[in-house]
């Protein structure tokens, strides 16, 4: 952290010739052969994995040293300089704006889901023993689906406490941050990472079959989860009390859902020269949520510590976007296998962004490893990181790691169950929106 402090006023005192635009951009320094805005990246991604109360100041720290590297040694991907960096965002505006929308839209959608009282009611139809801790990471599975997965974690986690009193085992917690992560993987409305691949022009049928993959990962993972659990501290369903589920609550993120499904979907099928132009289904989102809102008023007082979380989030988003990917390994099943692991020590949004601009993925293998791979560590994944605010003894690497060994287990045989079963299927000659939403092609191998 302090190193990019310093590196600001240096870059400030440099020849002002090199801020303009001079057509041509230059090769960027190296580093032992790496490019350093790659390193300046990772010193971004390993100071938000340490510092995690400052974490917002850390990542707009580095975006703001790497766009200044960017102004005085390489240029941007469509100019050199001032000129250059406008370009950039004028290229990004789409994206941006369509992830701000969502992350801020979903988090009033999840909230919706909760003031519904459903989750309340779910304990009820848990079976006693063993299988009802592995049934509850099933319906976490489901519930991250259609919801955000971080939205997915914390239910589960109020449902854990209140069905094992108060006392629930770290290795269990793991198991519902994979629950989580996997059941979002293979849906497009069910994790940042497969809606931002969606938001870039990825079909949502492309990100399925990474549900090969996720049952596999729930199944292993979940068995000697709740195993654990029911070791810790058996399940209890208390049937006494009557609750009342809110109809209309349910039915409202129904229809946002479904308007941000109908929206992305016409625009990309019937409209694809336009889906670059607008944030469509940001707007989609917001405007069911405006429309439903004398109904069920949203809870707007969520909304300054969600900007600030959507910020730090793009923020990242923009780093990624800044990156030279040309320099990156080519696409395949052994690189998306390896960034499961760096998913796990670097937060999956960046990784995702430079894999989009990229191209040429597996995209259910990819969403797969990015997601389900960062639950091989708390900090791993948003998902874990809100679950932890909530049960600060899942803040140890090292407990996690010796407890929730299993979910490691279950990432390596689910992927590779993937592998064996659908196998690898890059990108196909046709075009997707990069993450900078410009049209790209990218070649099958």
Not at 85 to 90: G, K, R, S, V
Request: overall charge neutral; hydrophobic content about 55%; charged content about 10%.
């Amino acid at each position: 952290m302090k190193r990019m402090l310093a590196i600001l006023p240096i870059l400030l005192f440099l020849p002002a010739n090199l801020l303009a635009s001079t057509g041509a951009i230059p090769e960027g320094p190296t580093l032992f052969g790496i490019p350093v805005e790659f390193i300046l990246f990772a010193m971004v991604l390993m100071g938000v994995a340490v510092l995690h109360n400052n974490t917002l100041q850390v990542a707009l720290t580095g975006l703001v040293t790497i766009i200044f590297f960017k102004l005085v040694f390489t240029g941007f991907k469509h100019g050199s300089g001032l000129e250059g960096l406008a370009l950039h965002f004028q290229h990004e505006w789409v994206i941006l704006t369509n992830l701000l929308c969502l992350l801020m839209g979903f988090a009033l959608l999840s909230n919706h889901f909760e003031k519904s009282n459903v989750p309340e009611l779910l304990p009820r139809f848990l079976p006693s023993g063993w299988m009802g801790g592995f049934m509850l990471l099933g319906l976490i599975f489901v519930l991250s689906s259609f919801l955000d997965n971080i939205a997915a974690a914390l239910i589960g986690g109020s449902i854990a406490t209140i069905v094992f009193r108060g006392r629930v085992h770290i290795g269990y917690l793991a198991g519902i941050v994979a629950a989580s992560n996997a059941g979002g993987s293979g849906s497009v409305v069910g994790d940042t990472t497969t809606t931002m691949m969606w938001i870039a022009g990825v079909a949502p049928q492309e990100v399925f079959h990474a549900y090969v993959a996720a049952l596999t990962a729930l199944v292993i993972s979940g068995i000697p989860a709740a195993l654990m659990q029911h070791k810790h501290s058996p399940i209890y369903a208390n049937t006494s009390e009557e609750i009342h589920v809110d109809g209309a609550r349910v039915a409202i993120v129904a229809f946002i859902l479904i308007m941000a499904i109908i929206v992305n979907v016409t625009i990309n099928v019937k409209f694809n020269e336009i889906s670059d132009s607008f944030p469509f289904i940001g707007v989609a989102v917001w405007a069911a949520l405006l429309l439903t809102a004398p109904v069920r008023k949203p809870d707007w007082s969520l909304m300054p510590e969600t900007f600030k979380g959507s910020l730090f989030l793009l923020s990242l988003v923009v780093c990624a976007s800044l990156m030279p990917v040309e320099k990156l390994p080519l696409a395949s099943w052994q690189t998306s296998f390896g960034l499961g692991f760096v998913s796990s020590v670097f937060d999956n949004i960046p990784l995702t962004a430079l894999a989009i601009k990229q191209g040429g993925y597996d995209w259910g293998m990819l969403a797969y490893s990015v997601g389900y791979g960062g639950s091989m560590i708390w900090f791993g994944s948003s998902a874990g990181v809100a679950l932890s605010n909530n049960f600060p003894e899942a803040k140890s690497v090292v407990n996690w790691l010796r407890y929730g060994w299993h979910v490691t287990v279950a990432y390596i045989i689910g992927f590779m169950v993937m592998l064996a079963v659908v196998g690898w299927h890059p990108t196909a000659d046709r075009y997707h929106t990069d993450i900078g939403g410009s049209q790209t092609a990218t070649q099958s191998k």
